[in-house]
């Protein structure tokens, strides 16, 4: 299966810590969304990557949160020092990099919850 | 404020049946509108797409039908089966950003 694949796919933490959220993009996409889902909320756009450049980061949260999609590996969203609200579903996209990019490929999340 | 509104939370309906789920936008300057299904546990995956150009797109089952004048577009699945049980976002797409979704309708579909 070469689909999207998001690790780990629970992650528990207690506040302050930090989490590391990974993302493996399809074969052939560059192009990375991450999307968060609080409880009863749609999906929330964060932060859009290609390789090795921030595209937008409109949507990330300006203290704690970062990303980033390196040459070689997956796209990592790390969040700091945690805290209770950051507990949510947060998911990646990727794109092919030709083509329309609103046909975004979805994996399966990573569930967040911090104690 | 919500620039893609799904004002229905829940539907219900009988296998066999129509089922319409409904999105409202704000933002004109749109390029597309999709649709995502989402199973509990799993990522959306995408249903079908409309261009700003069109006012409908089918493809087997499902129909998707754009009222611009109206900011309105309306997902018809026709019958409906049990396995669309889930919940359906309705996603707008403007070239160069990401996509914006609605809050979501889950959808029952009773045998």
């Known amino acids: 299966n070469a689909g999207v694949m998001q690790n780990p796919r629970h992650l528990v933490r207690r506040r302050g810590q930090e989490a590391r959220l990974r993302c493996s993009p399809m074969k052939g996409h560059s192009h990375v969304y991450w999307y968060r889902q609080l409880p009863e909320e749609g999906l929330k756009f964060m932060v859009y990557l290609q390789k090795e450049n921030i595209i937008d980061e409109s949507g990330m949260p300006k203290e704690r949160f970062s990303a980033e999609f390196p040459k070689e590996g997956p796209s990592i969203l790390r969040i700091q020092q945690v805290v209770r609200g950051d507990s949510a579903a947060y998911f990646c996209?990727?794109?092919?990099?030709?083509?329309?990019?609103?046909?975004?490929?979805f994996g399966p999340g990573t569930r967040l919850t911090v104690t | 404020d919500q620039q893609v509104k799904q004002n229905s939370p829940s539907l219900s309906v009988q296998e066999g049946r129509i089922s319409i789920l409904n999105c409202d936008y704000t933002n004109s300057m749109f390029d597309y509108f999709l649709w995502y299904k989402k199973y509990p546990a799993e990522g959306p995956t995408f249903l079908i797409s409309?261009?700003?150009?069109?006012d409908k797109n089918e493809d087997g089952r499902f129909t998707v039908f754009l009222n611009k004048s109206a900011k309105h577009l309306s997902l018809h699945i026709v019958p409906s089966q049990p396995g669309d049980s889930a919940v359906y976002f309705c996603?707008?797409?403007?070239?160069?950003?990401?996509?914006?979704f609605g809050k979501g309708t889950t959808l029952s579909v009773s045998s």
């Open positions: 996603a707008e797409y403007q070239a160069g950003t990401a996509l914006i």
């Open positions: 996209a990727s794109s092919p990099m030709t083509g329309a990019s609103y046909e975004q490929y």
């Open positions: 409309i261009s700003s150009i069109k």
